[in-house]
């Protein structure tokens, strides 16, 4: 359906005119002025981070975030707030001690990966190997890799390119052999502090620990191996999957006043890993998107389409909330999705990620992105005044991401991440890297593109 509108418009129907410009322009005015001089955002968030903390799928404190957020939508007086059951895969960390016994003995820092297996009761032992890329692993002999640790040192580019050495270095270094996988954290900079995530084994290969170890114990590891030394080293861990979990999304909604029918969505996940506060990831967008749909549901004319908030469930293990979501919900016509999912920085503006209907392909449909840009270029000038008026093809966000394939053009704000993925999914992931004013800039940046795409004709 969404393709039509771009390519096929002259089949359309005649659309209603749109809002007489001085009404949009009250509307755009109320929306920013609310958004950054509201503290609404920033007082649930606190709440959210302080008194709930870590909520990872199948924990008893992701069940209380879904509870505080149902009370939540209610008090702020959205329409249909309710939650929907979804099944999450889960995981249990257990324990780990890891530490060196060779050239000498010292504890090493590090949180094992999700879906990753614990060793044998007794732990095990193993030299090292260093390798800074595929490529390097490839050019090992089998001698020195075989009951071996494998060390994937692989400094930190983008996001993007870095995080497939923590999603399948495991399956790569157990398929020759390897007892044990270590992955240098996926951040540019380090403090000593490690960083958990997913990782997957294929199902070819024999499961073997996979564990994240700081920057700088990767980078003592690889400096021995420079010298001629062999690091040897100790691993302990009862880390190890578990049954699948029942959970909720949570939602509410301002009804369109002319195509209710037709949905834009503003997301995030409320789960997060088990380690920190998970305030910015992704407490920071659930509240951005709250607050923006109440902001919306003030405004003295409701949008032309529904709005609807939605608080996912098992992003970070499985995306049991999103896949459930879009299963559940399949035969509504979702005009937009926008998702907040990259921190609590300085929005600068939207990636959007638009794709033909039926489409197997993951990468947003250049000419698409172009035109929903143009679709939404009224909403560039006041932001830009802010520094958020950025509008350019990319990467949409998880939760989304069905939505996105079924038709439904994406947009995840673009955050200044600086900030963001030193603490990415550590324990330092807590409320006091929060900027409000930065917090209070995303309410008003998804605020205003929700009402735009929602009013559109």
């Known amino acids: 359906m969404i393709f039509s509108l771009f390519v096929g418009a002259a089949l359309a129907k005649k659309p209603p005119p749109p809002l007489p410009e001085p009404v949009y322009q009250d509307v755009v005015a109320s929306l920013l002025g609310d958004a950054l001089t509201q503290d609404v955002a920033w ?6 981070s302080t008194q709930i903390g870590a909520r990872f799928a199948g924990s008893p404190a992701l069940d209380r975030a879904s509870t505080w957020a149902q009370a939540q939508m209610q008090s702020y007086g959205l329409a249909n707030v309710h939650a929907e059951p979804v099944t999450l895969r889960s995981w249990s960390r257990g324990t780990l001690e890891i530490a060196a016994t060779a ?31 595929w490529d390097a692993f490839t050019a090992l002999p089998d001698d ?21 050495y923590r999603f399948a270095g495991a399956s790569v270094a157990s398929r020759r052999g390897a007892v044990a996988s270590l992955v240098r954290s996926v951040s540019p900079t380090s403090l000593d502090t490690p960083h958990t995530g997913v990782q997957r084994y294929d199902a070819d290969v024999t499961p073997i620990p996979a564990i994240a170890i700081t920057g700088e114990d990767a980078t003592w590891l690889a400096m021995l191996q420079l010298q001629g030394v062999t690091p040897h080293l100790r691993v302990a861990s009862t880390a190890a999957p578990v049954a699948d979990v029942p959970a ?11 195509l209710p029918e037709e949905v834009v969505v503003l997301g995030c996940h409320l789960d997060s890993w088990d380690v920190g506060q998970g305030a910015q990831d992704d407490g920071a967008g659930c509240v951005q998107a709250l607050t923006a749909v109440w902001l919306i549901s003030k405004q003295p004319v409701a949008p032309r389409r529904t709005v609807r908030v939605v608080f996912y469930v098992g992003e970070e293990y499985g995306i049991g909330g999103a896949l459930g979501y879009a299963e559940t919900h399949k035969a509504e016509k979702h ?11 300085h929005p600068f503006g939207f990636k959007v990620d638009v794709r033909k209907p039926g489409s197997t392909d993951e990468e947003p449909d250049a000419e698409l992105v172009a035109a929903a840009i143009t679709r939404v ?25 069905p939505l996105i394939e079924q038709g439904a053009l994406g947009f995840g704000v673009w955050h200044d991440t600086t900030g963001y993925w030193p603490i990415h999914h550590t324990w330092a992931d807590t409320i006091d890297k929060v900027d409000p004013n930065d917090l209070d800039a995303g309410v008003a940046a998804m605020a205003l593109l929700g009402w735009t795409l929602a009013d559109l004709p």
């Open 377 to 401: 270029s009224a909403v560039q000038g006041p932001l830009k005044v802010l520094d958020m008026g950025q509008f350019e093809q990319g990467y949409g966000g998880t939760d989304i991401g």
């Open 248 to 258: 909720n999304n949570v939602m509410g909604e301002v009804r369109g006043r002319e």
């Open 103 to 133: 050239p000498f003995a010292r504890p090493l820092h590090g949180l094992s990966l999700g879906a990753s297996v614990g060793t044998p009761a007794g732990g095990l032992e193993g030299d090292v190997v260093v390798v800074d890329s």
């Open 335 to 345: 005009f937009a999705a926008i998702e907040a999912d990259t921190g609590a920085g």
């Open 43 to 48: 007082k649930d968030l606190v709440f959210l």
């Open 144 to 164: 020195r890799v075989k009951g071996r640790i494998v060390v994937w040192n692989v400094p930190f580019t983008t996001y993007g390119e870095t995080v497939g």
